[in-house]
């Protein structure tokens, strides 16, 4: 049983345009939706994360939205670069859990010229 | 400082052998996290160890799949008989303490092909 559904599966834009990614999720136990990015060889490294007692959180160029009624998240990308070209996952965890995440399938977003 | 590091960075093995994975997580982290993220798919948790101890292996595919870490630090993902649907990249990850208020530092991964 997948716990978080993450659309679109791949993702081009524009340089500058605005890049937004979507999640949703099914165990309402979770309390922490944390979004990273991937490069290709690398791991993932933490992008942005929120909990649920707000409805967004911005730093710099990167926005997540959060909707807890309709258990959904979706991540923007403002101003879209060629070096936000990645895979990037949502994923969630509860703190009865120790935190292990459970992650999104992932988007692969290109960001072109 | 250094960061997450697992070896091999590539493994390619016959079905029914059996493989080691290791993970050298960032020093003074308590927690240690397995994921396993096959092609197109997003990351799947394997295992968790506190210390050295794995309070949670609920991720563990099956009973070819296991996992010990020593003193602390060092961690290592061990299957046997290795099938074909095991091929997969196996992420490590640490972090100072267990609990969302400290991040998941991800090493490189290991890419493991079963042929």
């Known amino acids: 049983q997948q716990q978080v559904k993450q659309s679109p599966q791949s993702l081009i834009v524009q340089k500058g345009g605005i890049s937004i990614i979507n999640c949703a999720y099914e165990n309402t136990a979770f309390d922490y939706f944390p979004w990273y990015q991937q490069f290709p060889g690398k791991g993932p490294a933490l992008l942005i994360a929120?909990?649920?007692?707000?409805s967004e959180k911005k730093e710099g160029r990167f926005t997540i939205s959060f909707n807890k009624s309709a258990k959904q998240f979706s991540l923007h990308i403002m101003d879209s670069q060629p070096g936000d070209s990645a895979t990037y996952f949502c994923?969630?965890?509860?703190?009865?859990?120790?935190?292990?995440?459970?992650f999104g399938t992932g988007t692969r977003l290109q960001v072109t010229l | 400082g250094a960061g997450v590091s697992q070896s091999p960075s590539n493994k390619v093995t016959e079905k029914g052998k059996d493989v080691e994975l290791r993970c050298d997580p960032i020093s003074g982290h308590t927690a240690l996290y397995w994921y396993r993220q096959r092609l197109g798919q997003g990351l799947e948790f394997l295992i968790y160890f506190q210390g050295n101890s794995a309070p949670d292996k609920s991720g563990l595919p099956s009973d070819r799949f296991s996992a010990e870490r020593t003193g602390e630090s060092v961690s290592t993902l061990t299957i046997q008989r290795t099938q074909q649907e095991d091929s997969a990249v196996y992420l490590c990850?640490?972090?100072?303490?267990?609990?969302?208020?400290?991040?998941?530092?991800f090493g490189p991964g290991t890419r493991l092909t079963v042929t």
């Open positions: 929120i909990r649920p007692d707000v």
């Open positions: 994923a969630a965890s509860h703190g009865g859990t120790a935190s292990k995440l459970t």
């Open positions: 990850a640490s972090s100072f303490q267990p609990g969302s208020s400290y991040e998941q530092y």
